[in-house]
């Protein structure tokens, strides 16, 4: 089993930036891909931005590149959001998943088999 805790989430305002962190425990966190979702009121849990076990492979859904950096560090067994230049949509909660099979990480959350307990995001405008 792993365990995932995510912190990190507040109020802010557009424009302001927020770093997410997310510490793993009970598994060896470099065999891990991890991703970071977001759920909004009303909306499907989406795709944010995941990393590659080594931290070497990142991608990013279209609504957040260049403005979210996904980054881990695997000696302290957490990954890390810094979201910047935030927006009133970026408001929701976010996630943090852990995927055991795939050295890379996908969109998908059905590939992601730990999730933490989501942090709160809000951003007003």
């Known amino acids: 089993q792993v365990q995932l805790v995510e912190s990190g989430g507040g109020l802010v305002q557009a424009g302001d930036s927020l770093t997410l962190s997310c510490a793993a425990s009970g ?3 470099s065999t891990l891909a991890m991703g970071w979702f977001r759920q909004a009121p009303g909306k499907e849990r989406g795709f944010v931005a995941g ?3 080594s ?3 990142k991608f990013y859904s279209g609504s957040v590149k260049g403005r979210f950096t996904i980054s881990r560090d695997n000696a302290k067994n957490t990954v890390y959001l810094q979201m910047d230049s935030l927006k009133p949509e ?4 976010y996630y943090c998943a852990a995927d ?3 050295t890379n990480p996908t969109r998908e959350a059905r590939s992601y088999d730990y999730w933490g307990q989501g942090t709160q995001v809000t951003v007003s405008s």
């Open 100 to 102: 055991r099979d795939n």
């Open 90 to 93: 970026d408001t929701a909660v």
């Open 27 to 29: 598994r060896t966190f």
């Open 51 to 53: 990393i590659s076990r």
């Open 55 to 57: 931290g070497i492979y």
